[in-house]
T-cell receptor
Framework: LAKTTQPISMDSYEGQEVNITCSHN???????ITWYQQFPSQGPRFIIQ???TKVTNEVASLFIPADRKSSTLSLPRVSLSDTAVYYC???????????FGAGTTVTVRA | KAGVTQTPRYLIKTRGQQVTLSCSPI?????VSWYQQTPGQGLQFLFE???????NKGNFPGRFSGRQFSNSRSEMNVSTLELGDSALYLC?????????????FGQGTRLTVV
């Protein structure tokens, strides 16, 4: 599995856009990039997944450059309830486990 | 539809005892994975089952075991509990296995070993 590197923590204020960049230099051709969100004492929750270019859903956008060696999760207009740990994962169809790194703790302040 | 259900939610056990945790996946999901989460080690993969077969196992001692039943429900067992086994145990289910698949996690079982 490709290893990922992301910032340990980020601070933001309500209403701002938060962008978290994840590095995955050794990503394989058939690997996808997936982001999960986790609140304390709860299981992680799928946010978004992409392979290349840009993916957008109702909660976030995922930007993936052409070389796919990094990706950026964008959370528009965050609120206090977006305070959580965000994990970037990389894996392909034959990966039987999810490898979670330390994640990025995002703290949103009023 | 119902999400992933883990029981019990909380558990307190004494060192040396054994414990069994249960996970009911989302209906139709055939893959069930287990993870251990601690403040020091983060989320660590324990094992994955697909159609009753264990296909991958993480780096945990043999005291940790699991199984999956024909209805996809899964159990994990920890024998001879140690203080360090105190953790949040999470179960995830998905339709199939793979890093390109969305995994659905349960609320977890908080195990405290005293």
């Amino acid at each position: 599995l490709a290893k990922t590197t992301q910032p340990i923590s980020m601070d933001s204020y309500e209403g701002q856009e938060v962008n978290i960049t994840c590095s995955h230099n050794n990503i394989a051709t058939n690997d996808y990039i997936t982001w999960y969100q986790q609140f304390p004492s709860q299981g992680p929750r799928f946010i978004i997944q992409g392979y290349k270019t840009k993916v957008t859903n109702e909660v976030a956008s995922l930007f993936i450059p052409a070389d796919r060696k990094s990706s950026t999760l964008s959370l528009p207009r965050v609120s206090l309830s977006d305070t959580a740990v965000y994990y970037c994962l990389v894996g392909g169809p034959n990966d039987y486990k999810l490898s979670f790194g330390a994640g990025t703790t995002v703290t949103v302040r009023a | 539809k119902a999400g992933v259900t883990q029981t019990p939610r909380y558990l307190i056990k004494t060192r040396g005892q054994q414990v069994t945790l249960s996970c009911s996946p989302i209906s139709g999901h055939r893959s069930v994975s287990w993870y251990q989460q601690t403040p020091g080690q983060g989320l660590q993969f324990l094992f994955e089952y697909f159609s009753e077969t264990q296909r991958n196992k993480g780096n945990f001692p043999g005291r940790f075991s699991g199984r999956q039943f024909s209805n996809s429900r899964s159990e994990m067992n920890v024998s001879t509990l140690e203080l360090g086994d105190s953790a949040l145990y999470l179960c995830a289910s998905s339709q199939w296995t793979g890093g390109d698949t969305e995994a659905f996690f349960g609320q977890g079982t908080r195990l405290t070993v005293v």
